[in-house]
């Protein structure tokens, strides 16, 4: 029987191992350790990649959340929205600021939190507005950026899941004021190791968070802000240059198994997942509902197939925000989080494993 992984990320590391080889070496000797010319390459080409230009490498997704909320100055006092359905990271920059949390449903049927949703929860004291472009499908950017002008606030967009995604023919990182990303190993465009970004079209904004993340400091041993150490590590960085050349062709690799699994799994007690007319999703995740969750997954795992649940139980049910909500505050991320399935998917996924996954789903 074949056993099918979720992901295989020694894979992928195997596929271009001569050229990631080269690259560490080269990094290794070149003498730099902390930013350097392997650092400011890959700034400049996920950048242009990206559709903004600027682009500040950080230590992780989470510091590029934070770092990006610091630059905005919100803080004690200030709301922020976030999506009830999200990666806890977005919720933890948001409290670690110490900002308040404004939690908004997302649509059930694209998982994403609408303009619609987010002029509800509009106050006077809300200071940024922050989507997640979740599982590689854009938020609508277009509604929600109006809308935020209209207001007067900004807007930070989570792109850890969505590298390459594009919205109204556009790359999304240079949409909202500013974008997060995650080279967390799993993700898209993932390193050996962690790492994030930071991307904006904003030259103050950039010099900011660049700042935030070296200490508040822009020359040697002046200190203008009380900023943080969280910086792109070289290494990580030659290895990204590398990915990034690769990024295309292993995102169209996972839209044809996306493709495949949308018309092949048509049939079923499942929902396919939906993606909005103007974006062009990057499938970081291919995410089904289904009423019996556990049993299609227990059934998939007899059969080798691996998945995954993103995510079991929603941030306000977390025990690090336990007294916070009630846990029926967010009824739709509660649902969402009973009925979503991940399948397997991935640039090295095998068109025998697609087949053998599809098989395996009782149509
Ligand atoms: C992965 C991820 C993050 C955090 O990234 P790290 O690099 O692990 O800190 C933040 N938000 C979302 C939506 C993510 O998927």
């Known amino acids: 029987m074949s056993r099918v992984p979720f992901l295989d990320l020694s894979a992928a590391y ?38 903004s230009a600027h682009c500040i490498g950080v230590g992780n997704g989470l510091d590029a959340l934070r770092l990006s909320l610091l630059a905005l100055e919100a803080g004690p006092g200030d709301e922020v929205i976030v999506p009830s359905n999200t990666f806890i990271a977005t919720w933890l920059a948001v409290s670690q600021c110490g900002a308040t949390l404004v939690p908004v449903e997302p649509n059930p049927d694209s998982h994403l939190i609408t303009a619609d949703g987010i002029a509800a929860a509009l106050t006077p004291r809300t200071k940024v507005i922050l989507p997640v472009h979740l599982y590689g499908q854009p938020a609508e950017m277009g509604p929600i950026m109006d809308l935020a002008r209209r207001h007067g606030v900004k807007v930070v967009a989570d792109a850890a899941q969505a590298h390459g995604a594009r919205y109204r023919g556009q790359a999304i990182g240079g949409l909202a004021d500013l974008s997060t990303w995650s080279f967390y190993p799993s993700k898209n465009l993932g390193a050996l190791g962690d790492g ?41 960085a030659a290895v990204l240059r590398v990915k990034l050349t690769y990024l295309e062709e292993w995102n169209a690799r996972r839209q044809r198994i996306a493709q495949r699994y949308i018309d092949e799994l048509s049939n079923g007690e499942w929902r396919l997942p939906n993606t909005a007319a103007d974006a062009d999703p990057v499938w970081h995740l291919f995410v089904l509902r289904h009423p019996q969750r556990d049993v299609l997954q227990r059934q998939l795992r007899t059969q080798g197939v691996e998945t995954l649940i993103h995510y079991p139980l929603p941030p306000h049910r977390q025990q690090a925000y336990r007294g916070a909500w009630p846990a029926d505050a967010f009824p739709v991320a509660n649902q969402l989080s009973a009925e979503v399935l991940s399948l397997p998917i991935g640039p090295q996924l095998s068109d025998d494993h697609v087949s053998h996954v599809i098989r395996c789903l009782p149509g």
């Open 14 to 51: 195997h596929e271009l191992r001569d050229e990631l080889e080269d690259a560490l070496l080269r990094a290794a000797r070149s003498g730099f350790y902390i930013g350097g010319e392997e650092v400011a390459l890959f700034e400049r080409a996920f950048a242009a990649h990206s559709g």
């Open 196 to 236: 994030g970004a930071v991307t904006t079209n904003d030259p103050i904004l950039a010099e900011r968070v660049r700042m935030l993340g070296n200490y508040g400091s822009r020359e040697k041993y002046l200190f203008e802000l009380p900023g943080m150490n969280s910086r792109l590590d070289p290494l990580q």
